[in-house]
């Protein structure tokens, strides 16, 4: 029997999974929790939703934000309120079972890792890209952690442009590589270009990063342009990743990097073209994550079966 | 019985010792090789010099330049002519003796983690700051290496400063944060102010980094302040690394991060103000290297040691 729940909570959503022998055989999604109390009883909630009938071994819970894995604490997150919750010791106390708590970001490179993109890579570099850019590493087969917040690549000063980062530095990678830029360059397109393809197609003078990646998986020219262009400059930053890390596979997920080839190869072009030595290394293998949005929650559950029995 | 010779060949020198239990019992200093024929010749003369009526276990070898730990070959290096040197096989056939070839970079990580500044660490990067920045990670207490190439610091992009790089790229780290923009600074200082204590101290128009650093060691306030822009612009991009790595020790050696304080205090200062999320958890250890110039080549053989038997 190797069953368990797996949680991940996002910037907008809760999403849990019942893993069977690593098959996915449940899921249940609901609006997610905006504090500390709300967010166990949220977890408990979706558990007794998933488990009702089933012998469960484990569960794994993935948030989005700061999270001590050795102790399971979750101590601080933009889209929760509350620091220091201790999710890992409340929930064992609720449900008697084990728990294993940690960034959503590693969970979801872990579930990508065994199951997905990521399987039989040696040093793994995930990064997803959304509201943000997010990041987890799994080298020899084990995630990554450092003191217990690494991968906090979207802060990587990266860029050199102007606009200031809600952390309040300038130059973070993720002011001119994720979803914020991709918008800020269709405000622009659109203001001066009224009448091109993407006013048309959205019909909307600032559309969204999911409209704009429609509008581009739709064919519209102009909106493939503005994702090559956020593509471009995510490559410049990748560069640097890929000379600090050598990794042999860059695992590329999110909202934004859901999108596929009209995102990966920009990105493929400009980091290869901005990196140190090209010319005595390969380019690693640079590809799309493949488990879509169930990943994080897959991949607590799969930490919590590893790491607690 | 547990003695080893490690070289380790620089930029401009040949540096050999014999560690005997962990301890350095002789050393053996040349210029650097010129190509591969000659590297190898000069790491056997090395050999010879103290192998002399002493048991050798093993040699280790740290190279500056990419190198392939795996099968211990010198792929391309900015001071020796010659590319895919295979380094083990030669000196095995040679010596007859376990050889182990790495960065010169790794093994200097590796001789601080083991006996120098980064004991106990679990999440260590060291950064070497001279004529470029280059660096090592020692996770776990073992190197991490990537596909092999992995800790070319210097090239990742996090400055934004207009200076071109040797590699041709603009905004890497090292043109803004290591020995050749310390000497940019002074020649600009001079020019500015002829007359002012610097251009007294040192008499020259145009410094090297170790004698702007020897005179800010005296004390002289202009050395002192062109160390601290350096080291505050090295804090900009070591905040990106903390970013990433959340490491609990940051190890700053080479040989412009040797004079110690002087440029360590005004890192820390300039990384914990623009770190990200600083009020969520603590800046790592920031602390100067312990080994002096031996490190790389003690490292070389504790590496041959441990790797090879």
Redesign the interface.
């Known amino acids: 029997m190797n069953s368990a729940i797996g949680v991940d909570i996002g910037g907008t959503k809760l999403l849990a999974v019942r893993l069977e022998d690593g098959n996915l055989a449940d899921e249940f999604k609901t609006s997610k929790p905006d504090d500390g109390a709300v967010m166990i009883e949220g977890i408990v909630a979706a558990f007794n939703k998933l488990a009702q009938g089933h012998e469960i071994a484990a569960i794994g819970v993935g948030v989005a934000g700061?999270v001590d894995f050795e102790t399971g604490t979750f101590?601080?997150g933009p889209h929760v309120d509350g620091?220091n919750i201790r999710v890992r010791d409340e929930l064992s106390t609720e449900l008697g079972l084990p728990v294993a708590v940690d960034n959503d970001a590693n969970t979801t490179a872990f579930a990508e890792y065994r199951l997905g993109a990521g399987q039989g890579s040696?040093?793994m570099v995930m990064l997803t890209l959304g509201t943000g850019i997010g990041?987890a590493m799994v080298?020899g087969g084990s995630l990554?952690?450092?003191?217990?917040?690494?991968?906090?690549?979207g802060?990587?000063?990266?860029a050199?442009g102007e606009h200031v980062c809600d952390?309040g530095?300038r130059?973070?990678w993720e002011t001119e590589a994720a979803g914020p830029a991709l918008e800020r360059l269709a405000r622009q397109l659109i203001s001066d270009d009224p009448r091109g393809s993407l006013a048309t197609v959205v019909d909307d003078v600032a559309p969204s990063g999911p409209a704009i990646s429609a509008a581009a998986s739709a064919g519209d020219p102009q909106a493939i342009a503005l994702i090559s262009q956020v593509g471009r400059n995510f490559g410049?930053?990748l560069?640097?990743?890929i000379?600090?890390?050598?990794?042999?596979r860059v695992v590329i997920g999110g909202g934004l990097g859901s999108i596929g080839e009209i995102l990966l190869d920009p990105i493929r072009a400009s980091a290869n073209e901005?990196r140190?030595?090209a010319e005595?290394?390969e380019l690693?293998d640079i590809v799309g994550a493949q488990l879509g949005e169930q990943a994080g929650a897959v991949g607590a559950a799969l930490l919590a079966l590893e790491e607690t029995q």
């Not at 990554?144 to 690549?153: I, K, S, T």
């Not at 802060?155 to 990266?158: L, N, P, S």
């Open positions: 700061l101590a601080w620091v040696e040093a990041g080298f990554y952690r450092g003191r217990g917040f690494a991968g906090e690549f802060h990587a000063r990266f050199r952390c530095q130059g973070c410049q930053g560069a640097s990743v000379s600090i890390f050598d990794p042999d901005a140190y030595a005595h290394k690693p």
